[in-house]
């Protein structure tokens, strides 16, 4: 079991999460856009990269009327990615089974510190679509298996934080692989689509010559 | 059976740290990690006594008592060990402990204490004697060489004891005595010098002599 | 022993005899109190005479000579012997595991006994037609989020605190300390945001749980445990305001002395540690066992408790009969709103026009 989850199951997980994400990106792509027969009034090119960035910092009524979500959610994904790319554990492993090249990690508290956030921001985040009525209504089946991947897999990577018995490490393991095959067939994506989907509104605004 | 032990004369020790340095190399013990440590009762002043200490391994060992995960165990020739693949870092032994043995690599902020160290009496752990394993966890065993651990063995002053029980007794008690006999011939009292003496008397005795 | 000794030092000096006896007596004393306890682990014990037993027991009595120096740096590494290390270890193992467990244990099966007798308690008018606001989502969001860390903390600890009497037996040591290496680690992580979590509930819910006028009465009449009659009283009764009020203080003891001992490195030495793994415990069992009451009254223990927290509306009756003072202002400012309008806000199925009006949005 442990062999499995080691070696064929990470192998099979990783290649349908890079195939996955790689599809879904180029569907999304080859889909293309109607060719805009208007004059251009401005670059397409300029705005969707000023949206893609710009959008970053929430407008001012999203930002009073749903703090909570955005200090939890900035708490979350930035906490999430500090700690997936720079936890010394995460590095190592990128660089043995991965890319065979490996980048600096942050020190452990900071390691702890950002573990700390993702799991204050991830627990609010879903214990408010649970509450509130309306984000309760606007979520389905995907958005809390997402969610509840995502938390099982920082709870384990938690638990096995000694990182001295092997039982802890391959259930973290375990998950990790089912949420990499979950992945690219959920809302999951939004992690690489966001991208596309800001890109598109400032790129069509752009062009029409207004800062979205 | 025997029953190891460990004494440390305080009227031998010299501070020399030979046995803190002896263990350290023949254990490989971490960085950061010293299983035996030399303590110094006024030191530079009169009645300065030194006292080898690291792991005594208890007949009822306290920090087996209070260990939430029950990883101590006492081998037949009475020494504590402990399983470091059962241990899980929570540092109750170190709190229980009266001689502040167990040992902690601390690599971090934030409670990583990591896996417990102590002294093994140099005993090696539960795995299979003289393995690698056992050697990467423990450090060396000499006992089932048939040997005593190397503080003792390379002790200058053989202040530093270690063996079975009565015969480590028998030692110091002869010590004791011929200690006593050359108080009555020299009038020098040991008792007076010794580590238990108030250290006001000790200073007029050393200066007599 | 002593005998045998007294031949081997036949051939002395003769003149050293009367010293000799007495340096015998000297060395012929009771064994260190570690030794004595021996047989209760059932470790084979020779009567060993062990020296060393005789030269620490010294130490220990001697205070002034406890401190010292050495060359290996170190916390406490200077100290001879660990002064309160025993008086610990007595505590953990006589009287918090025993009594904290049969504490625990006696509220549980107490809880049950009471639901027994006295059974769930009614809303003795009925459900009504009409609502309360009760909590808003933001304090049923913080309420549920020192809910979850809590009852992750507190499972952590006591399984590392029970599990050597309890669990160890069934599942065995190698499983155990997988289990409980993970609740050292979870536990350990997740402490510093109950932190976070106190505060938040801390800063929402103080100004409604200071203590008023009638709390004494509430106080003095059992809250209405003892009898059919409610005892009125306003939006928080005494019970849930001593309840916040102990998890502000004991859980602020419960975090300061936690942040000791997951710093190791901060250089506090055994002393320390051992005072405050003693305040963590103590608190964490006093407040477990009120979040125990907590619960059962949210749950099994009274209709309609949870509602507020599970919807954020409260029955007008319920509000009525347990926290009247509250319930009888808000009616008279207009607060009560219908149970369909309720369950429009809130049911999915009848949420329709919620649903189109944020998709208009």
Redesign the interface.
Known sequence: MGQFIDGPLWTFSLSVFVLGVIWRVVTILIAGNRSDLATAKGSAGKGAIRTVFSRFVPERTVATRGR?QLIAGYLFHLGLLALLFFAKPHVDFIAERITGLSWSAM???AF?VS??AA??GL??LW??RV????T???SDLDDHVGSILVFLVM?TG?????Q??E??RLIHLLLAELLLIYFPFSKLMHAFTFVMSRGYTGATMGRKGINA | MARMKFYCDPERCIECNACVTACKNENEVPWGVNRRRVVTINDGDEGERSLSVACMHCSDAPCATVCPVDCFYTTQDGVVLHDKDICIGCGYCFYACPFGAPQFPEDGAFATRGKMDKCTFCAGGPEADSSSDEHRKYGSNRLAEGKLPLCAEMCSTKALLAGDADTISEIYRKRVINRSASVMARGVSYRDASFRAPHSASGKSSAKE | MAKSIFLQSDNRKMHAGWLLLLLLCFIVQPFDSFANTSESRGIPSAAVLNPAAELWRDVRQREQLTNGTSQVKGVDSGVLINAYGDQWRKFRMQQLIPVGGYLLLGIVIGLALFYLIRGKVAIEGGESDKKLLRYTSYEQLIHWFIASIFLFLAISGLIILFGRPVLIPIMGKEAFSVIASACKEGHNLMGPLFLVALILIFIKFVRRNIYQKGDLSWLLRGGGIIGKKHVPSNFFNMGEKTMFWMLVLVGSVIIASGFVLIFPVFGLGREWMELAHVGHAIGAILVIGVIIGHIYIGTIGMEGAIEGMKTGYCDLNWAKEHHDLWATKAEQQGEVISNDKVSRLRDVSSAQSLGGHVQEE
Not at chain 1, 131 to 134: A, H, Q, T
Not at chain 1, 158 to 162: N, R, S, V
Request: hydrophobic share 70%; proline share 10%.
């Open positions: 909570i020190p452990h508290w702890i573990a700390e799991f204050i627990i609010l214990l408010h509450l509130n009525p309306v309760r209504l606007l709870l938690c638990l096995a934080l000694a001295a018995f039982p802890l």
